[in-house]
């Protein structure tokens, strides 16, 4: 399946999203928004092109102060984090919502008028945001280990902090470095990942661009966003939603939290999977997408 080159696209006054496409553009429309920090070649591109094949048109895209998209203004301190972790009202550069709406702007650009919306983590949580926005332009909502803004819900384990929190120093050899430490902790432990893959990875992150007041913003997003469980129950296209059984950055409570304020909502629970999206794993993630959007196509077609 033939691939774009990287392409922007405005999406509303002062912001920019770097964008990729995979696959027909006859075919049906799939937006893959990806989570906290990560940019869009997160998302691996032998997984777009298998979604590609099954007969998708696939956009994978950086979300704002991610990869190749606008950098925003706005300081987050650890201390102002702190102050929005215990619940303490606390200004954000930036909501959720605002993230979905980036993400529907991105589809205006495209000119779509609906897609199925796929989103693993903060890409969950804007998922959810844009079904929640603009129903009629989410076709189905795939929902991958993330949760519902329910602090109940879908913790982090205490033990990440000290690695996530510890200074790694400068230079691209040292964000290598402590990329793969960090996936080695939260990563799946059924599906191991090569290293030398993990840290090509974290060196092409490198290249597309790393700014960590940025994810200090995106972070600050994500602990201040609201808790969308009780309006979660308005929801009606088809959904689908995958957590890991060993995910130690967000718990799997969020993600039956989540399935289980949608109406209809497929759960599917995967031992040994982690925070991260395993090759062994993409035959499961192809088939279980397909399916949830040919849900999709068979209830447009009762309704019409």
Request: net charge positive.
């Amino acid at each position: 399946m033939s691939a774009s080159d990287e392409l922007l696209a405005p999406v509303s006054p002062g912001v920019e999203l770097c964008y990729q496409t995979f696959g027909d553009p006859t075919a049906e429309p799939l937006l893959l928004v990806m989570g906290l920090g990560g940019p869009m070649t997160w998302w691996p591109e032998d997984l777009c092109r298998r979604l590609a094949d099954t007969g998708f048109h696939v956009v994978r895209y950086d979300n704002r102060d991610t990869g190749r998209s606008t950098r925003m203004a706005g300081r987050v301190t650890t201390a102002r984090l702190a102050r929005a972790f215990v619940g303490a009202p606390t200004p954000a550069p930036y909501s959720i919502g605002d993230l979905a709406d980036d993400a529907l702007g991105l589809m205006d650009h495209l000119g779509w008028a609906s897609a199925h919306v796929a989103g693993v983590s903060m890409g969950g949580m804007i998922a959810q945001s844009m079904a929640l926005a603009a129903p009629e332009r989410v076709r189905s909502l795939t929902s991958m280990m993330s949760t519902t803004g329910r602090r109940a819900v879908g913790w982090q384990s205490p033990a990440l902090l000290p690695t996530l929190l510890a200074p790694r120093g400068p230079g691209r050899e040292a964000y290598i470095r402590r990329a793969v430490l960090v996936w080695g902790i939260i990563g799946s432990p059924g599906f191991p990942q090569d290293e030398a893959e993990l840290r090509r990875r974290a060196g092409e992150t490198w290249d597309r661009g790393i700014d960590e007041a940025g994810v200090l913003r995106q972070m600050m997003a994500v602990v201040t966003q609201t808790d969308r469980t009780r309006r979660l129950a308005e929801l009606r296209m088809p959904t689908l939603v995958m957590h890991g059984l060993a995910d130690k950055m967000v718990h799997v409570s969020g993600g039956r939290a989540t399935a289980a304020a949608i109406h209809g909502a497929e759960l599917v629970v995967v031992p040994g999977w982690g925070h991260d999206l395993p090759t062994a794993l993409f035959p499961t993630f192809t088939r279980a997408l397909r399916r949830t959007a040919d849900r999709a196509g068979r209830a447009g077609r009762a309704d019409s």
